[in-house]
């Protein structure tokens, strides 16, 4: 494995060189197909997964059944650290949204570069901080707004993070299917269409294809109240 292959990862940006290269040289590529599992939560966790290309659905299934999106990671992300650390079994089940290739990393190899190298250890705690709030952000979100709540927060979170403000409003990207938007809010994928259609027809956003514009954004706030 080349060591540009960790180059642009957050979580390896502080190694040195020849730590980075020793790591590179314990990892091995694996390609999975678009909706293939990759980890079940429950399963055995003996592995870090760091994604090269694709994308990466984390979920957990709900009580009634239906699945709940927590995470979706994209190329430069990892996963599976928590059951590495704590050898733990898997805490989510982990899918690929697309044809994905990992760079898959052994328990101790991980952990033997991780003990070398404490900036990398504060490195990963940041990242685990930052992805704890997000988890908490989404119980908040479940637990204390409805179905149009929750989706006027995903698409007003989404204008934030990826909006492009055009002579309409506020352009985001819809890169899911509504089966996967609506796994992003806990809800079904029936419903989620009717709540974009009411916010469209109430003149909150327009829908279009693999994009949505928000065009009154203050109204649209006012639905997680």
């Avoid at 190694?15 to 990759?38: D, F, M, N, W």
């Avoid at 995903?154 to 403000?165: I, S």
């Amino acid at each position: 494995m080349p060591p540009t292959a960790l180059d642009t990862i957050a979580l390896f940006a502080d190694l040195p060189e020849p730590e980075r290269s020793a790591l590179a040289q314990t990892l091995h590529r694996r390609r999975y197909a678009k909706g293939q599992v990759i980890v079940e939560e429950q399963g055995e966790g003996g592995a870090l997964f760091v994604i090269e290309s694709g994308r990466v659905k984390v979920s957990l299934a709900g009580a009634d059944g239906r699945e709940i999106t927590l995470a979706t990671l994209a190329g430069g992300d990892f996963f599976g650290e928590m059951a590495v650390l704590d050898g733990q079994p898997r805490s989510a089940t982990c899918t690929a949204l697309d044809d994905t290739t990992l760079l898959v990393g052994s328990r101790e190899a991980f952990r033997t570069t991780l003990e070398a190298n404490p900036q990398m250890a504060i490195n990963l705690l940041s990242i685990m901080s930052r992805r704890l709030r997000l988890a908490n952000d989404l119980i908040e979100s479940l637990s204390f707004l409805d179905v149009q709540g929750r989706v006027a927060r995903m698409l007003l979170e989404a204008a934030e993070r990826d909006g492009e403000e055009t002579t309409e409003g506020v352009a985001i990207p819809l890169p899911y299917t509504r089966q996967e938007l609506a796994n992003l809010v806990g809800t079904s994928r029936e419903t989620l269409t009717r709540v974009l259609k009411n916010f469209e027809r109430l003149g909150y956003l327009k829908l279009q294809r693999r994009r949505a514009l928000i065009v009154n954004e203050p109204r649209l706030r006012l639905k997680m109240q």
